[in-house]
């Protein structure tokens, strides 16, 4: 079982920052990409950020220069601090993990429930 559980989200003022956790526990052998996405009100769920296990990084063009993305790999935990945030940054944001569970399983997606971020005076 495998189980991410965000943190971090809440109340934020425009221009304001904030910095979200994610913590992967459970039966992991190794998480390959792990990252997050974000569903806005009455949109798309789309994709924040994500980072490889080597440190490779993707950015959506709307955050980068705002958005710093971040793991830890010895702690299973990736992080997302965002800064300069902006109303249209409100949104549900979801940690996801790309991993197997022993050397010769097949890569997973898994998801955690969603941290609510709004950003508003």
């Known amino acids: 079982q495998v189980q991410l559980v965000e943190s971090g989200g809440g109340l934020v003022q425009p221009g304001g920052s904030q910095r979200l956790s994610c913590a992967a526990s459970?039966?992991?052998?190794?998480?390959?990409?792990m990252g997050w996405y974000r569903q806005a009100p009455g949109k798309q769920r789309e994709l924040v950020a994500t980072?490889?296990?080597?440190?490779?990084?993707n950015y959506t063009d709307s955050v980068k220069g705002r958005f710093t993305i971040s793991r830890d790999n010895a702690k299973n935990t990736v992080y997302l601090q965002m800064d300069s945030l902006k109303p249209e940054d409100t949104a549900v944001y979801y940690c996801y993990a790309d991993l197997i569970k022993s050397p010769v399983d097949r890569g997973m997606e898994y998801w955690g429930k969603g941290t609510l971020v709004t950003v508003s005076s």
């Open positions: 980072m490889r296990y080597g440190g490779g990084t």
């Open positions: 459970g039966n992991i052998f190794m998480i390959y990409s």
